[in-house]
């Protein structure tokens, strides 16, 4: 077995016991550009306890940090807090290894470990609020249905205070440093935007009552222990109130501009359309999918008060890269926004009705038709991309004002 992977003690009883990956770029659709890691934590109850395990290409690397600690065969439970294979796509590998008492998972949990694994795994069902002795100390579980999927929970070990958080207040940061404030908190606020934004956002209205849920149960909580980048030992406050800010989609003058363009026309459009809102006091962010990933445009959409989509006609539809960033933040079901579509066209303009479909499908207040120009825009064209612009600037700082 691989030996040089060292645990890392959070506290007498609890090591940090995951994998780091360097190189992941794509978390289904996802670009990851700092990696990421899988956290396992190792509790030193009684009942040796690992909480969650890692994805299955990085079982060796999990297993010498835990073999740093004890011999992996005393572990006597494993949790599962979500049986997404990030996180339980090695618990197989351990079940025969280990051949643990008891795997516990949430009810939705056992189901969706029975049906990825096809095996006999020794499954054991807990309920909201339940707790388990583990001798000298005690878990306690908390179910939060669809952060991210049905079966999440968080799992609370009682005396050391520590809340293993799942996929909650997590992001892609693959790093050295287990702690979050070792890392510079630009880079913390962007990664986990960017985690929110592709990952939580059609989960939101169920986040706010979470943060509600938790913050009711008082717990004492020394430690927030994600399953993906580094944990929180102070400041989780901070992740507490991005997480509210976010899940509330408060009311922002920024309007982001997505766009793809052909011969620069459509481009042209949306730079006047840009003008238009930053004349008003509102701040516009333009978007071209020639270089900008459908997971950066979702992270900016994430904080603002509109979407603007601009494609021209190619052979009766939009670009494929309008497409694709169109298809997944539907998905992902931003709120709260005002938009329209805009584009150029040779013979049929066909695309600005098609994308304001979706938008309306996407529950986007439309403002007016959009603008459809044959061709290059001319001065006319240009002028009417510009009072689009300053209409829905207008209308942000109104919105912004109201909420004030
Ligand atoms: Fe990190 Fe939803 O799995």
């Keep these: 077995m691989n030996t040089q992977f060292k645990a890392f003690k959070l506290t007498d009883k609890v090591y940090w016991v995951g994998a780091i990956d360097w190189g992941l770029r794509d978390f289904h659709g996802y670009a990851t550009e700092r990696g990421s890691t899988y956290n396992a934590y190792l509790v030193l109850g009684d009942k040796v306890t690992l909480i969650d395990t890692v994805k299955k290409p ?55 470990l029975a049906d990825h694994f096809h095996k006999d795994i020794p499954l054991t069902a807990v309920k909201d609020g339940e707790s388990m002795s583990l001798g000298n100390t005690s878990l306690k579980f908390i179910e939060t249905r669809m952060i991210h999927w049905p079966d999440s929970m968080f799992t609370y070990l009682e005396d050391e205070k520590i809340l293993f958080s799942s996929d909650a207040f997590g992001m892609h940061l693959a790093s050295s440093l287990r702690y979050a404030d070792e890392i510079d908190f630009g880079i ?70 997505v766009l793809d363009t052909m011969w620069h026309s459509t481009e042209t459009m949306a730079k006047a359309i840009g003008e238009g809102i930053n004349s008003t006091g509102a701040n516009a962010v333009l978007l071209p999918l020639n270089s900008t990933h459908r997971s950066d445009v979702i992270t900016e959409v994430l904080d603002a008060g509109a979407l603007l989509v601009g494609s021209p006609t190619l052979n009766g539809n939009m670009l494929p890269r309008v497409a694709d960033v169109l298809t997944y933040m539907k998905g992902l079901k931003p709120q709260n926004l005002i938009g329209c579509a805009f584009g150029s066209y040779g013979w049929n303009g066909v695309v600005v009705p098609q994308i304001n479909q979706i938008l309306k499908e996407m529950k986007i207040d439309l403002v007016g038709e959009g603008i459809n120009i044959k061709y290059v825009p001319d001065e006319n064209g240009l002028k009417q991309c510009f009072e689009l612009g300053t209409e829905i600037g207008n209308r942000l700082i109104q919105l912004v004002n109201r909420f004030k």
């Design 188 to 257: 913390l606020h962007r990664e986990m935007k960017k985690y929110f934004a592709n990952i939580l956002t059609p989960f939101s209205p169920l986040i706010l009552k979470l943060l509600e849920k938790v913050t009711k149960l008082n717990l004492p909580i020394k430690m927030v222990a994600t399953a993906h980048g580094p944990i929180w030992r102070k400041d989780f406050n901070t992740a507490f109130e991005l997480y509210s800010k976010w899940s509330k989609k408060e009311a922002s003058a920024k309007a982001v501009i």
């Design 58 to 112: 990085f079982f060796q690397e999990m297993l010498s940090r835990i073999s740093d600690v004890i011999d992996p065969k005393k572990i006597d439970f494993i949790v599962s807090n979500h049986c997404e294979m990030d996180h339980s796509g090695t618990i197989p590998e351990m079940v025969d290894l280990v051949k643990p008492e008891k795997v516990i998972a949430s009810e939705m949990g056992v189901k969706g």
